[in-house]
């Protein structure tokens, strides 16, 4: 089993940041990949950002969405069993919910890869 549990969202301006992180449970949290994945209203979840762990196939490696690149970074302390996104530049459509996923199995960069969820963390971003 593997819980997790968000936290860092509030209400930012645009051009903000925030930082949003992920405690996770569990003694094998080192070996999951894991990942960051939005929710608005009315609408399918959408993926953010997702890390590898350093060993394995994924050694590391992290994605983003392309409306997220070069202003969102993931990053992961497995010491602290702690996944991050630090969200810069802040837009109004970043306005969601996010939530922290886990894989037991494959690295993904879809939502449907991951198989244990966060309850999530509210991120508005007021224009």
């Known amino acids: 089993q593997v819980q997790l549990v968000e936290s860092g969202g509030g209400l930012v301006q645009a051009g903000g940041s925030l930082r949003l992180l992920c405690a996770a449970s569990?003694?094998?949290?080192?070996?999951?990949?894991m990942g960051w994945v939005r929710q608005t209203p009315g609408k399918e979840r959408e993926f953010v950002a997702a890390?590898?762990?350093?060993?394995?196939?994924?050694?590391?490696?992290?994605d983003y969405a392309d409306s997220v690149k070069g202003r969102f970074t993931i990053s992961r302390d497995n010491a602290k069993n702690t996944v991050y996104l630090q969200m810069n530049s802040l837009k109004p459509e970043g306005t969601a919910v996010y939530y922290c996923?886990?894989?037991?199995?494959?690295?993904?960069?879809?939502?449907?890869?991951?198989?244990?969820w966060g309850r999530g963390t509210q991120v508005t971003v007021s224009s």
């Open positions: 996923a886990a894989s037991t199995s494959a690295y993904s960069s879809m939502p449907e890869g991951y198989n244990y």
């Open positions: 890390v590898g762990w350093s060993g394995g196939r994924s050694g590391g490696r992290t």
């Open positions: 569990g003694r094998t949290f080192s070996s999951y990949p």
